[in-house]
């Protein structure tokens, strides 16, 4: 693992995602597409701390500081075992896997921000709807140039 | 092992101090500016804007701001008008005299459905604090919600987690944001015509004169019979606002 390169592709896509996507009321979720695209194609430990990696960095934009660290830590742990019984290769079953688990993440976000008492926003559903969608189209096109800059080889797959 | 420690560290951060864990988000904001700034400038050039076709004419931003001026001094002068009917024999300062403008440029605008806030490069180090009004093109926009000595976190007046004092019509209510670049005043007693003005209340400390902060978008009959929901959208396009201005009411010499 290329912890640099690493830090470099979430470094670009925290400031990607505050602010070229900032102004945008449906928006892909691109930490969220990296945190499925690491646990993938990384092993459990490697997945695990980009996970919570991910989240801390979701953190640094969002509301509040722990709500993504812990949900993100929590679905891309649980999505780095689930993957070593069900293979994700294909381009359909990866953009299910992140419809999924940006629904759950999302929701588990507003229920920790509410334990802080921060109000949940009428349209939480129908928000979350849309960015787990726009991240499920447009998430396994940006695999294919992530693992280019990680140098992860995703053309032959090996369970681990 | 690790995945529990790394846990810890999440709640750990989830039930801090808001103060002390907005250092992080601060911080963020603080370093990475330039590289917000031009992200944000090119998602917005990417907007359409119309090009002027005659030099006499004004820009849609600059109408904006002449118009929330022009509120502004129509109802400042109804104000001042009571004030002299009234026949006080105290001295009267005018209010725009007690307050102190702090302009800031903007870092990042995250406004979508879930939350309306944007980040502001003054800080405590400026004399800002907690609840100070915003203004963006001579209009309300929010109050800030955190603050640290060179960085500022502002909630507009369209975040879920915002609730500001109104006056529509010459009555007072409570303005609920609901996302969206959308703000709610439920259980209106009369119908409001759309287009109509709202104007924030004053707030001993932090505004000492109503300013407009909002238009009604909508009015709508509420589940109760005779009252009304009006929709209130901003009368500025906070989403491309560069500078803001900040209410420090008496600042020192």
């Keep these: 693992m290329r912890w640099f390169r690493f830090a470099v592709l979430i470094l670009l896509a925290t400031v990607l995602q505050a602010s070229f996507f900032?102004?945008?009321?449906?928006?892909?979720?691109?930490?969220?597409?990296?945190?499925?695209?690491?646990?993938?194609?990384?092993?459990?430990?490697?997945?695990?701390?980009?996970?919570?990696?991910?989240?801390f960095a979701a953190d640094l934009i969002g509301h509040t500081m722990g709500p993504q660290m812990i949900s993100f830590g929590l679905f891309g742990t649980a999505l780095a075992y689930l993957h070593q019984v069900i293979a994700l290769r294909k381009m359909p079953y990866q953009a299910l896997v992140i419809f999924i688990t940006a629904i759950l993440a999302g929701s588990m976000v507003y229920f920790l921000n509410s334990l802080k008492g921060e109000p949940t926003p009428p349209n939480i559903y129908a928000a979350l709807f849309g960015i787990a969608l726009y991240s499920a189209i447009v998430g396994p096109f940006l695999f294919l140039p992530s693992a280019w800059w990680m140098r992860i080889k995703i053309s032959r797959f090996s369970r681990r | 092992m690790l995945f529990t420690w790394f846990m810890l560290a999440g709640f750990i951060f989830l039930f801090s101090p808001?103060?002390?864990?907005?250092?992080?988000?601060?911080?963020?904001?603080?370093?990475?500016?330039?590289?917000?700034?031009?992200?944000?400038?090119?998602?917005?050039?990417?907007?359409?804007?119309?090009?002027?076709?005659?030099?006499?004419?004004?820009?849609?931003?600059?109408?904006?701001?002449?118009?929330?001026?022009?509120?502004?001094?129509?109802l400042q002068r109804n104000d001042a008008q009571q004030?002299?009917?009234?026949?006080?024999?105290?001295?009267?300062?005018?209010?725009?005299?007690?307050?102190?403008?702090?302009?800031?440029?903007?870092?990042?605008?995250?406004?979508?459905?879930?939350?309306?806030e944007l980040f502001i490069n003054r800080g405590q180090d400026d004399g800002l604090t907690k609840e100070q009004f915003v203004?963006?093109?001579?209009?309300?926009?929010?109050?800030?919600?955190?603050?640290?000595?060179?960085?500022?976190?502002?909630?507009?007046?369209?975040?879920?987690?915002?609730?500001?004092?109104?006056?529509?019509?010459?009555?007072?209510?409570?303005?609920?944001?609901?996302?969206?670049?959308?703000?709610?005043?439920?259980?209106?007693?009369?119908?409001?015509?759309?287009?109509?003005?709202?104007?924030?209340?004053?707030?001993?400390?932090?505004?000492?004169?109503?300013?407009?902060?909002?238009?009604?978008?909508?009015?709508?009959?509420n589940a109760q019979p005779l009252l009304w929901d009006i929709t209130v959208e901003p009368v500025c396009d906070i989403q491309k606002a560069e500078n803001v201005v900040v209410i420090v009411m008496n600042p020192p010499d």
């Excluded at chain 2, 987690?161 to 409570?174: D, E, F, G, P, Q």
């Excluded at chain 2, 670049?181 to 000492?208: C, H, I, R, T, Y």
Aim: proline letters at 4%.
């Design chain 1, 22 to 55: 900032g102004n945008l009321n449906i928006k892909p979720d691109l930490l969220l597409i990296l945190l499925v695209f690491f646990a993938i194609y990384c092993n459990t430990t490697e997945a695990i701390i980009t996970s919570f990696t991910i989240g």
């Design chain 2, 135 to 221: 203004l963006a093109d001579n209009s309300v926009i929010g109050t800030i919600a955190d603050v640290d000595a060179r960085t500022a976190r502002v909630r507009l007046f369209t975040d879920p987690a915002a609730n500001t004092a109104v006056r529509i019509a010459n009555s007072k209510y409570l303005m609920q944001g609901i996302g969206d670049n959308l703000a709610k005043v439920s259980m209106v007693k009369q119908k409001v015509k759309v287009g109509s003005e709202v104007m924030a209340s004053k707030k001993p400390g932090f505004l000492d004169m109503p300013m407009i902060i909002g238009k009604v978008a909508q009015c709508k009959l």
């Design chain 2, 18 to 74: 808001g103060n002390l864990t907005n250092k992080f988000q601060f911080a963020f904001h603080r370093i990475f500016r330039w590289p917000l700034s031009i992200g944000r400038n090119i998602s917005l050039s990417a907007g359409t804007r119309q090009p002027l076709r005659d030099k006499d004419m004004l820009s849609r931003d600059e109408y904006k701001r002449f118009q929330n001026h022009l509120a502004n001094i129509i």
């Design chain 2, 83 to 116: 004030m002299v009917q009234k026949l006080s024999k105290m001295r009267i300062i005018p209010g725009w005299e007690r307050m102190g403008f702090v302009p800031a440029d903007v870092i990042t605008v995250p406004i979508d459905e879930l939350r309306s």
